[in-house]
């Protein structure tokens, strides 16, 4: 059993993004499989959050099982989840407009809420939840706008994601559509349930019964799962086999040390090249 470096040797709980840090497109990125049996051998409780809302909790379960990682629905907390919990909290069996995909949708669902389609009466609808949706069109966007406008709707976002990170290249992410249909309401979403906001990450403490201070997030995005993870207090580490490169994180560092106006909480803990980079050599 490998043991932990001297920064984790107290944690308890670890979070992983998903997209850039465990695969990255359909390929696992090396070795992170291996990682997540040593740290379950070193007694550390594993969750995955995620600010990909397309997939259902079930369909990663499935994905990373396919890569060797065996995980349990109640390991998984998407922005959708995160959302759906929220939504609940402010209404039960509410009507919804969703510009999203079935991660979204069967999350609300399954909380009781009913997802309507465009073709619906827009004055019935009480929310418009925009996540990602790589069947975004125009009719979808002038429905929405109207619920809001004309209607009673709330808007909310899963997230606010420029990109989406595939195998070999950047896609565009949710906030594409979260931007689309705040230009033409002239409304930003009342929330955004998704990184950077640390929903997610207290709710996961919560149902974890772990203290911040025993609890790590790994993520490859400065500006969601470091700038979550250092919001809620918790312990945070940068991986760079995704998104943010190392270049990335000396600018940041350069500009916190000349006292430009940059938030200190996008600053990370640890920042390694390879998961692997947190055990003693």
Do not use: W
């Not at 997610?200 to 790994?218: W, Y």
């Amino acid at each position: 059993m490998r043991e932990l470096s001297k920064e984790l040797k107290d944690i308890k709980l670890a979070i992983f993004d998903l997209d850039g840090v465990i695969y990255r497109g359909n390929s696992l990125i090396p070795k992170s499989d291996e990682v997540i049996k040593d740290l379950k051998e070193n007694s550390v409780k594993i969750v995955y959050n995620t600010n990909n809302s397309t997939a259902t909790r079930r369909m990663y379960v499935d994905r990373l099982k396919e890569f060797n990682i065996i995980s349990e629905i109640n390991d998984i907390f998407t922005s959708a989840s995160i959302t759906a919990g929220e939504i609940t909290n402010l209404k039960q069996n509410a009507t919804i407009f969703v510009i999203g995909e079935i991660g979204l949708r069967e999350e609300l669902e399954m909380k009781g809420h009913t997802v309507v389609n465009f073709n619906s009466d827009s004055n019935e609808v009480d929310y418009v939840i925009v996540g990602m949706d790589r069947n975004f069109n125009y009719k979808k966007l002038a429905f929405a706008q109207n619920c809001i406008l004309q209607g009673n709707a709330q808007f909310y976002a899963t997230n606010a994601d420029s990109t989406f990170p595939v195998a070999n290249r950047l896609l565009p992410g949710a906030g594409v559509m979260v931007n689309a249909l705040q230009t033409c309401t002239n409304q930003k979403p009342l929330k955004i349930f998704g990184k950077p906001n640390p929903f997610g990450i207290s709710a996961i403490l919560k149902n974890t019964d772990t203290p911040p201070e025993k609890a790590v997030i790994f993520g490859d995005r400065l500006n969601t799962d470091i700038l979550a993870g250092n919001r809620a207090k918790i312990n945070t580490v940068l991986v760079l086999t995704g998104i943010t490169k190392e270049s990335d994180v000396k600018k940041l560092r350069l500009d916190l040390a000349q006292s430009l106006k940059i938030d200190k909480d996008l600053n990370p803990d640890l920042v390694i090249n390879t998961l692997e980079d947190i055990f003693i050599k």
